[in-house]
């Protein structure tokens, strides 16, 4: 795997970095374009919710309201498509790591759960900071 992310992905594939879903649809989305003003708006919004809903360092899940709320805000139907393409492209790029790949198969055949992933991972990014 000629890849600049090889080592990274082999170890998302080993388990050494955990559930390999949000990962990888954060990775697929890098291909979304979303301009800049458009998500950070979307992302202070859904700080806000994270800060009303308690504990701002708590662990988000993919049924956050949260993280439904930047879901929403930021779908169309092109970055869905954007998003699906990215995950195929993927998909092609995981091929020959086994856990990888059923995973990349597993987003691929459910684009609604891998858009509110990489929702999900545009959230952590900015929590991250």
Excluded at 46 to 56: E, K, S, T, Y
Aim: aromatic content about 4%; glycine content about 10%.
């Amino acid at each position: 795997m000629d890849d600049p992310l090889a080592p990274f992905l082999l170890d998302l594939d080993a388990g050494k970095l955990g559930d390999p879903l949000p990962v990888l649809a954060y990775l697929a989305g890098q291909v979304v374009e979303i301009d800049d003003r458009e998500l950070n708006a979307a992302r202070r919004r859904a700080l806000l919710l994270v800060a009303a809903g308690g504990d701002p360092h708590r662990e988000l899940g993919v049924d956050d309201r949260a993280v439904k709320a930047i879901a929403a805000d930021l779908y169309t139907e092109e970055r869905r498509g954007e998003l699906g393409r990215g995950i195929d492209a993927l998909a092609l790029r995981v091929r020959d790591l086994p856990r990888l790949r059923q995973a990349a198969v597993f987003l691929a055949g459910d684009v609604e759960l891998a858009w509110r992933l990489y929702a999900l991972g545009l959230l952590a990014e900015e929590l991250g900071g």
